[in-house]
């Protein structure tokens, strides 16, 4: 077999120990991949479990608001319901002091007559 040397003339291997050669180097390179992929994959399963870790503060502070809503619309009913009995109670003094102002008016006439 021919082996030259220099500058211009790779070293020539046999082609069982060239395969090898390849065969190795192409596990060395799926072996990085795979190291790759797995940090790739742990960065991945952190990243999940920190934005999990916010939903459930996030789920918190909602739970917080809809109370608060709820307990607002509570209020909110329980306030129309007294201007509600403020507006007929005053409807109600308005009709009686008519009807007084009424009443007074025909004594007056009574009187004047």
């Not at 790779?10 to 790759?36: C, H, K, N, S």
Request: zero cysteines.
């Amino acid at each position: 077999m021919d082996r030259r040397r220099g500058p211009g003339y790779p070293d020539v291997v046999e082609p069982a120990d060239l395969t090898v050669r390849i065969l190795q180097d192409i596990r060395e390179d799926i072996r990085g991949l795979r190291d790759d992929q797995k940090s790739f994959a742990h960065e991945v399963v952190a990243r999940f479990e920190a934005m999990d870790a916010r939903l459930g503060t996030m789920d918190g502070r909602f739970e917080t608001i809809e109370t608060s809503l709820r307990d607002l619309t509570q209020q909110l009913v329980i306030l129309g319901r007294g201007v509600k009995v403020a507006i007929e109670a005053r409807t109600k003094s308005e009709e009686r002091l008519d009807d007084h102002e009424r009443r007074l008016a025909e004594l007056e006439k009574r009187l004047a007559t």
